[in-house]
């Protein structure tokens, strides 16, 4: 059974940094592209980013283009997204998920079964 864990959250003021970790058990992410996204309170999910299976593609949602980073280290089973100059509308439920693509400028999920997604963690840009 595929478990994905999350994590890395918090507060942090508007222009700050965070670096959210997603690690996988009981499988393996080196035959997966795995994606990032975000879910802020009476809106719908947005997918952040996603990475090919070696990390070699990354795709972004524009809104978070030139300040998260997507990266994986296949022999630690993790995949990062390294958040710089947050923003209070980054605030949301952050969530890896396996399996994603960029298409028409956006990053989706190819699968919506909790069984392929994190519980997610709670990122909060507030002064």
């Not at 890395?8 to 940094?17: A, D, E, I, T």
């Not at 997603?22 to 999910?45: H, M, N």
């Not at 963690?121 to 507030?126: E, I, K, P, Y």
Request: with cysteine; aromatic share 10%.
């Amino acid at each position: 059974q595929l478990q994905l864990a999350e994590s890395g959250g918090g507060l942090v003021q508007p222009g700050g940094s965070l670096r959210l970790s997603c690690v996988a058990s009981a499988f393996t992410l080196d035959v997966y592209d795995i994606g990032w996204f975000r879910q802020a309170p009476g809106k719908e999910r947005e997918g952040v980013s996603c990475s090919s299976v070696t990390g070699g593609i990354t795709n972004y949602a524009d809104s978070v283009k030139g300040r998260f980073t997507i990266s994986r280290d296949n022999a630690k089973n993790t995949v990062y997204l390294q958040m710089n100059n947050l923003k209070p509308e980054d605030t949301g439920v952050y969530y890896c998920a396996v399996e994603c693509l960029y298409r028409g400028g956006t990053v989706v999920a190819r699968r919506e079964s909790p069984h392929f997604w994190g519980q997610g963690t709670q990122v909060t840009v507030s002064s």
